[in-house]
């Protein structure tokens, strides 16, 4: 499945304003389950650029502007080849017992900052609920039935503002974007043992029969990544029930939300100058290349 993704990030100003460098995370690691084929990204006003890998090995693209202008745009456009990922077994081996789930010691070396927690839970919320929702389980993967646990339980709700929310707030609000319901299932999963990651990218429905889904066709979108023995990472989905699934697009990875933003940065200006954005998302289906 070839797909051309094109991805425009707008500022829009009430006058002409300085900005920092930005950082922009567009680009896909090329991996079995995910191939680019192409890409560029153009910026107004003009920019120059500089690309990197971070700590966890994303392509990073490093923007610096000399001039001033009253709106910010960036244009990334992908095509990439999406392959089928491998669905992990029905049944978290030996078992679904969070003190039964093994690393082995170089594998946790690695894992340990997804091991660790980032969120606190003073009064033991989570874990209550996650006591709960183990006296529930009759069987079956653990990380699939909290994938569904959180996708029924809780209501979707359109978030336009930045950043994510505790997943405490998350809980009790019983509603969250797709990435506060990611990062509700990955600090969940932390707490049952396992090694897990916030994820960014796109979402696509590459059919009719997609659908019904949360997030509509084309969307920037987010979920999660869980390190499963003999079966490595694997991508849960918690807002639209998915695991594993060829609709997700993979861009980025990173430990916590913040790290993982497609487009961030600062600019000097007056207060109150900033007046919007707007994020817009086309995924097309490419027939034939060249």
Not at 154 to 163: I, K
Not at 181 to 193: H, K, N, P, Q
Not at 274 to 287: C, Q, R, Y
Request: glycine share 8%; charged share 20%; hydrophobic share 45%.
């Amino acid at each position: 499945m070839h797909l051309r993704i094109r991805h425009a990030t707008t500022y829009r100003y009430a006058e002409p304003v300085l900005f920092g460098p930005h950082r922009l995370m567009l680009r896909p690691r090329d991996s079995f389950d995910l191939r680019v084929i192409d890409t560029a990204i153009a910026i107004s006003p003009q920019a120059g650029l500089r690309w990197m890998h971070d700590a966890y090995g994303n392509p990073v693209a490093m923007a610096s502007f000399a001039g001033r202008s009253d709106t910010l745009e960036v244009v990334s456009e992908l095509v990439v080849q999406r392959f089928g990922s491998a669905l992990p077994r029905t049944q978290v081996e030996p078992g679904i017992e969070s003190s039964e789930i093994s690393y082995t010691p170089a594998e946790r070396a690695v894992l340990r900052p997804y091991l660790d927690l980032a969120t606190a839970d003073p009064d033991g919320a989570l874990d209550a609920w996650l006591q709960a929702f183990r006296a529930r389980l009759n069987g079956g993967h653990l990380l699939r039935a909290l994938a569904h646990e959180i996708n029924a339980g809780l209501s979707y709700a359109v978030r336009f503002d930045e950043g994510t929310q505790h997943p405490l707030d998350t809980l009790r609000m019983g509603a969250g974007s797709c990435r506060d319901y990611a990062w509700l299932f990955i600090e969940l999963a932390r707490r049952l043992g396992f090694a897990a990651r916030f994820v960014t990218g796109y979402i696509h429905e590459r059919s009719p029969a997609g659908a019904g889904m949360t997030s509509v066709a084309g969307l920037t979108h987010a979920w999660a990544d869980v390190f499963i023995p003999n079966d490595g990472w694997i991508e849960f989905d918690p807002t639209n029930d998915l695991v594993a699934d060829r609709q997700l697009l993979r861009v980025a990875v990173a430990r916590v939300p913040e790290d993982a933003s497609p487009v961030s940065g600062s600019y000097i200006g007056p207060a109150g100058a900033f007046l919007g954005l707007s994020v817009g998302v086309e995924i097309a289906p490419v027939d034939r290349l060249g």
